[in-house]
């Protein structure tokens, strides 16, 4: 019951994303919470951590929006991934693990509102976070 969800990769078929999907919905709808492990092997995990190291467009809120996007005692950056576009392969790993989360949100709109009280109505381009370096970055990227 308390265990991670465990996430279809993006090439499952419906089946698995619709069981993800129910069992996704169900764990929020009753614990106002869910886990999902993203099926990545250690390369893909060592592939993404290269990427992220190889960004340089990081960012900061202002610190009167901090707590809204990043959420309180803050010691991450983020970069703004780009649009996910559902009719193209992605490229990588990075891209791979944004389209899951697209498939995520996809699987879960039919539940929203009958199990969550709210209607869905698409998402936002995805957001990766890494820790700051130091004070130093974080004065360099505040706004």
Not at 2 to 5: C, S
């Given at each position: 019951d308390?265990?991670?969800?465990v996430c279809p990769s993006h090439e499952e078929d419906d089946l698995a994303w619709e069981d993800f999907s129910v069992a996704m919905a169900d764990s929020l709808a009753r614990k106002g919470f869910a886990a999902a492990r993203l099926p990545l092997s250690r390369e893909d995990i060592e592939a993404v951590a290269d990427q992220a190291a190889d960004i340089s467009d990081w960012m900061l809120p202002k610190k009167e929006f901090e707590v809204a996007y990043l959420g309180e005692d803050n010691r991450d950056k983020y970069h703004m991934l780009p649009n996910d576009h559902p009719d193209v392969d992605p490229p990588d790993v990075l891209s791979r693990c944004d389209r899951?989360?697209?498939l995520i949100g996809l699987g879960l709109e039919p539940f929203t509102e009958e199990f969550l009280g709210f209607e869905s109505w698409g998402?936002?381009?995805g957001m990766l976070r890494i820790p700051?370096?130091?004070a130093a970055e974080e004065e360099r990227l505040r706004p």
């Open positions: 308390d265990e991670d969800l899951i989360i697209s998402r936002l381009n700051l370096s130091n």
